[in-house]
């Protein structure tokens, strides 16, 4: 599967998700890393709280570091323009997450609607997250 220009993140999490191996995030991004035919992502968990205006946009946080994790995708489910990756990360770390992909593609409509299954130790979904961007292209499986 090869991944073009894909940028996706969550907006500002009051509640911070708990993941597996004791990381919690405020914010994920995940965006396309490497050249052409590339399927390797690079997911980025920001662990810094913030105060929010009265828009939900965060305004003040703290500055810790975001971890940063890569890893590769893969297709398992396509059905009516939807799309369902497997996020592998190396050696089997990080957290059970899939992407559920509802792209809008085509002349003009580039936009991404996606959502984020977070899943726990026991393979239950704990949370899905709304995701959202921009891409210059379109998931070509």
């Not at 957290?95 to 991404?112: D, F, H, K, Y």
Request: glycine share 10%.
């Amino acid at each position: 599967m090869e991944i073009k220009n894909l940028r996706l993140e969550t907006g500002y999490l009051v509640e911070p998700i708990p993941l597996q191996k004791g990381i919690s995030a405020h914010q994920i991004q995940i965006t396309s890393v490497g050249g052409q035919g590339s399927s390797r992502v690079r997911i980025s968990l920001d662990p810094n709280s913030c105060t929010v205006d009265s828009f939900g946009e965060a305004k003040a946080c703290t500055r810790v570091a975001p971890l940063q994790i890569e890893a590769d995708v893969e297709l398992l489910e396509a059905c009516d323009d939807k799309q369902l990756l497997a996020i592998k990360f190396k050696e089997g770390n990080g957290p059970a997450v899939r992407l559920a992909l509802l792209p809008l593609c085509g002349t003009g409509r580039e936009a991404i609607v996606a959502r984020l299954l977070i899943f726990g130790e026991d393979g239950e979904i704990m949370a899905i997250l709304p995701m959202q961007g921009a891409a210059a292209g379109c998931l070509v499986a």
